[in-house]
């Protein structure tokens, strides 16, 4: 496969815009899922950790985790989201990503760890600490 040839290889897609996940989950280490904390939004993953699931078969290796992204900062997570996302058998991450503008625009500036926006780094950073965690275990 031509992607064993690189150490960090990151996709941003949701599962029904690529006919070529399970390819890429085959030679992957972790996959993260990200799902907003609404009942329907966390319903809408199950087929990306379907997906998962085939590819562990295949790769025992691979891991995969479950983060809370764009959250709104003064509506909290249901007790409810984080039972049902504890049912679908995929790993919660403690990280939280909260919907910020600098993280919108992160992606036509010099990046989101060069912004000024000291709460986005700091969840950003901790969120790769965390999957770096997971995947040297």
Known sequence: MPYLDYELI???TPPYLSNRLNEL???SDYVLVPTKAGF?????IKSTLALIKFAQAQNQRLKAGIVLNMLKPRSGITAEVVELIHTLGTPLLKSRVFDRVSLARSSMTAGILKSTDQKAIEEITFLAEEIVDLISV
């Open 25 to 27: 989950f085959g030679c």
């Open 10 to 12: 990151i996709v941003d």
């Open 40 to 44: 329907f939004d966390v319903m809408a």
